[in-house]
């Protein structure tokens, strides 16, 4: 391991090798065609890819980063058991991102600081129906309450898988940033999570188009991708491990990603026992004004 790099950039380094073997494991568990489906409870699903995905990912970073804090979405004793054979513990390091210039601000960072928020696979939903293109795995870099670095990976991307990232004050990686259209508003909401209530508060926001698709992770890659102006989703359901990547890769982009009041969410470990996103979830690209779109959303909220 590259030891005289920065914490901060051997950690996404790490998770971006670590995501793409991730990425071979649910390729491998959705060619065999059992997905071992579990029902956790209402509209959550876990499969055999959630469970093996997240072994794979904690235990790498637990071989390799004993001392920091690791949150991950499935919580059963399977996907807890990191007895995981040999192939699965990931130590390589991604070279172009140990090649970045670390900001100054994180390049003493100690691994008590660090929180790494991890979804194995965002989209189970649309994985159990055969939507792939919705699936990602998500693995968010955090020190103290903020979310600073981190990958969404595409595990059926091109057949073979690509990971997206970004540190902020960095830069960002693995695809290339695009605006979204200029003359018209396009958001993008959820699939599977969507209400009367939801329709109506994005109806008042009087958007040209709104694209309903599953996964927090895909949602903020239409942003990044230019397909979308914003992420709208106005209501509680997401967690902390659905967007501590996607806020970092956004942020590092230069966009943003807050509550209904504007506030970013805390993403330190104190939030473990908790952490689910009480008040909404906010994205927008980086040419679009988040301060002025939060006042939009302010002036629909008085109205409902």
Known sequence: MAQGQALICRLLAS??????????????????????IID????????????SAQRCIV???????????IIAEEVDKISQNLDVPEDWLITELDQKILDLECPKSLTNI??????????????TSEF????????????????????????????????????????VGSGIGGFELKEPPQNNKVYVTSRSHYDKAIETFI?????????????????????????????????????????????????????????????KYSYGKDNEKDPLNKFGVFATAPSYNHTEFMKLISEIQSKI
């Open 15 to 36: 998770s971006v090798s670590v995501a793409h073997k991730a990425g071979k494991i649910i390729r491998d568990v959705m060619q065999k065609g059992d997905l071992g």
């Open 40 to 51: 956790k409870g209402e509209n959550d699903l876990q499969t055999e890819a959630d469970r």
């Open 59 to 69: 235990a790498s970073f637990k071989n390799l980063y004993p001392n920091i804090n």
């Open 110 to 123: 100690t691994e008590d600081q660090i929180t790494v928020w991890i979804d194995p696979l965002d989209g």
């Open 128 to 167: 159990t129906k055969g939507l792939i293109d919705h699936v990602t795995i998500l693995i968010g870099v955090c020190v103290d309450d903020e979310a600073v670095a981190g990958v969404i990976y595409q595990p059926f991307w091109q057949n073979s898988g690509r990971a997206l990232w970004g540190l």
């Open 203 to 263: 109806n008042g926001l009087q958007p040209c188009e709104v694209i309903r698709v599953g996964g927090a992770g895909n949602k903020v890659l239409y942003i990044l991708e230019g397909k979308a102006h914003a992420y709208v989703y106005p209501s509680s359901g997401c967690k902390r491990w659905d967007t501590a990547a996607p806020e970092a890769v956004l942020r590092a982009a230069g966009g943003e990603l807050t509550d209904v009041h504007g506030n």
